[in-house]
Antibody, heavy 115, light 110 residues
């Protein structure tokens, strides 16, 4: 069973850049779409965007101007970069594998935007 | 405001059958399949139902999904205390060209 693990700073200053990495436990990164999803405290799930190993990306239009998702197949990793963050970006950030559904999720990592 | 809507809460007693609804439009549920996720507090969501009614390996057959028109439902029979969780429906939104989640339904086992 493939495992996903998010990593990155848990605290980001307002107007700064949030950067997270998701490590995939095997080389299946070449076979699926890989997504970032977030969940503000006490709220629901929001899809941020996804990437295919070839570099093809799709982003949620509500975040598109601030989001970049990239992939490094040599390291079996994909990454999220979110710029100009505000308190509204405080959330648990999950990485997930998507085929027709999100079938495998990471444990999630809490990111707080605060000075 | 989510483009697919769920009731915020549902409840049942052990052994009972409960259903959770998910309502959308022709640009999402009406033309796409629906998935369901279970999120126990403090943990990551877990895929419960995919492709409207298919169960991943390891999901008990107490859980079942269905879709009709622009709505979908998750049914849980033989309710157990461990089923207490938040349940999210998800589908593809054509206008977004991406997946969308319902707002979630918190299930309480009384």
């Amino acid at each position: 069973q493939v495992l996903l693990q998010e990593s990155g700073p848990g605290l980001v200053k307002p107007s700064g850049t949030l950067s997270l990495t998701c490590s995939v436990s095997d080389d299946s990164i070449r076979n699926y779409y890989w997504s970032w999803i977030r969940q503000p405290p006490g709220k629901g799930l929001e899809w941020i965007g996804c990437i295919y190993y070839s570099g093809i990306t799709k982003y949620n239009p509500s975040l598109k101007s601030r989001v970049t998702i990239s992939v490094d197949t040599s390291k079996n990793q994909f990454s999220l970069r979110l710029t100009s963050v505000t308190a509204a970006d405080t959330a648990v950030y999950y990485c997930a594998r998507r085929e027709e559904s999100f079938d495998i999720w990471g444990l999630g990592t809490m990111v707080t935007v605060s000075s | 405001q989510p483009v697919v809507t769920q009731p915020p809460s549902a409840s049942g007693t052990p052994g009972q059958r409960v259903t959770i609804s998910c309502s959308g439009t022709s640009s999402n549920i009406g033309s796409r399949h629906v998935d369901w996720y279970q999120q126990v507090p403090g943990t990551a969501p877990k895929l419960l139902i995919y492709g409207n009614s298919q169960r991943p390996s390891g999901v008990p057959d107490r859980f079942s999904g269905s879709k009709s028109g622009t709505s979908a439902s998750l049914a849980i029979s033989g309710l157990q205390s461990e089923d207490e969780a938040v349940y999210y429906c998800a589908t593809w939104e054509n206008s977004l060209n991406g997946p969308v989640f319902g707002g979630g339904t918190k299930l309480t086992v009384l």
